[in-house]
């Protein structure tokens, strides 16, 4: 495995997409050899790299084609093993160029089978770049649930990562290189589509995906490509918190499966545990859901719940949800996730058979609602509750992150 390769040349990458007046502070740390990581890099970014480089045209054009089948098919990180390119080449490109993955600073596997990876940014000797990837195996298949961003701008009451003041957009390729690195963990290459532990990904790891909407999207469009790790538009679903404003783009220029944070049916409770409700109301929210292009019976729009004890947890709650998803015709789908506490967090979980009853009524009206299985309790690796450095904050702590980050809000 290689390490600490996970930076581009910002010449190539875009630059991580400052969307709204969210502050995202640093793009990633380039890297100190001057090399270029080639993971992440469209087809025509790679091409682009090699004439940068000096390479002529047509060798650039066939080149380019050759590598992204080697990094994308064959999971190769040499460019020795590139046996169709000329051995007199290898030196000039490994000395211009590197294949590299996240550099892992701890990877752990759960008696149920779930995998759960510490990765570092480059330059967070620190701990201050970490982010996490999980890995969740079921009968069926296999979810890796990949982060967007190290840390999050937004403060949602029962979330982790909300609470970690230092937020950095991961760049297109760290987010591929998360799953380049599942791939070589779970022994995946060559790539082949029957057969797959790895068929599903979902970008409910850390962060906000929609607040990183350029780096997301060039990410999934590399991930999605049909010669290379050729995953379906159909077993990529991303989530969101509601970032209305961006949800019509998601639809548009990525088109993967759509998952809503809702957490809450009233201003009141939403506006106090998903903050961004304060900006982007429940409604706005639903109709944008109601307007995501590609959403039918077929590919449903998924509304994560919290269940938090005695504060969205109630009969009434579940029903107003009924209502909701019936007034805008939603085809929809509910994912009741049992709340995951962590130490100074304002709330407890509801009990099961709080949970149970409010399926229950989701369901008698007609509308899937299941309750989501904890997984890799033992590693503490449930997707969509990852946390680092468990420092405990206190209430009035929180509070004033929470305004604070909501004044970065605008
Ligand atoms: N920022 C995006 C995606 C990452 S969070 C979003 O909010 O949708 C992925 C999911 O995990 C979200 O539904 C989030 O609300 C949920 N989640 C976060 N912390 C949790 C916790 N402690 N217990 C249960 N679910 C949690
Ligand atoms: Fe950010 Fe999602 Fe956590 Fe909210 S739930 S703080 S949007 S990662």
Redesign the pocket.
């Known amino acids: 495995m290689c390490a600490g390769m996970q930076t581009a040349s910002t010449a190539l990458m875009p630059i991580p997409g400052h969307i709204d007046p969210v502050p995202v502070p640093r793009a990633g740390v380039a890297r100190e050899d001057g090399r270029v990581d080639l993971v992440g890099l469209s087809r025509d970014e790679l091409r682009e790299a090699l004439l940068a480089a000096g390479m002529e045209p047509k060798q650039a054009k066939l080149r380019a084609k050759q590598i992204w089948h080697w990094i994308y098919n064959r999971g190769a990180t040499d460019f020795a093993a590139m046996t169709d390119i000329a051995k007199a080449q290898h030196p000039w490109l490994a000395e211009r160029f590197v294949i590299g993955r996240p550099e892992v600073v701890e990877a752990q596997v759960s008696t149920d089978g779930t995998r759960k990876w510490l990765l570092r940014g480059a330059g967070g000797t620190d701990g201050s770049q970490d982010y996490e990837m999980v890995f969740i195996p079921d009968a069926d298949r296999g979810t890796l649930c990949v982060s ?1 961003q190290v840390g ?1 701008t ?1 403060n ?1 009451r ?4 909300g609470t970690m003041r230092l937020v950095r957009n991961l760049t297109a390729q760290e987010i591929v290189g998360q799953v380049m690195l599942a791939r070589d963990a779970l022994g995946e290459w060559p790539s082949q589509p029957e057969g797959r532990m790895l068929t599903n990904i979902v ?7 929609l607040y990183n909407f350029d780096n997301v999207r060039d990410a999934l469009k590399v991930v999605m490509d049909g010669d290379g790790l050729a995953l379906s538009k159909r077993r990529i679903t991303l ?3 509601g970032v209305v404003p961006m949800m019509a783009r998601a639809g548009a220029e990525i088109g993967v499966n759509l ?3 809702l ?1 809450a049916v009233t201003k009141e409770i939403r506006d106090e545990i ?1 903050p961004i409700n304060r900006k982007y109301g429940i409604e706005e929210l639903l109709q944008a859901c109601a307007d995501y292009p590609g959403a039918n019976n077929a590919r449903r729009i998924t509304f ?1 719940y ?1 269940m938090l004890k005695d504060k969205n947890d109630r009969d009434e709650d579940a029903r107003e949800l009924v209502r909701l998803i019936r007034k805008y015709r939603l085809p929809a789908k509910v994912n009741l ?6 130490p100074g ?1 304002p709330y407890d979980t509801s009990t099961p058979e709080r949970v149970r009853r409010f399926s229950e009524i989701i369901f008698e009206a007609g509308i899937s609602a299941p309750v989501r299985t904890p997984r890799g309790r033992d590693i503490d690796a ?4 990852l946390k680092t450095a468990a420092e405990k904050k206190s209430r009035a702590e929180l509070d004033r992150l929470a305004e604070e980050k909501l004044a970065a809000l605008g």
């Open positions: 967007s999050c937004l949602c029962f979330c982790h990562t970008m409910m790891g850390m962060g906000e995906p989530s969101t918190s998952a809503v944070s957490h998903v994560e919290v996730i049992p709340f995951n506490p962590w967090a449930a997707c969509g509750q």
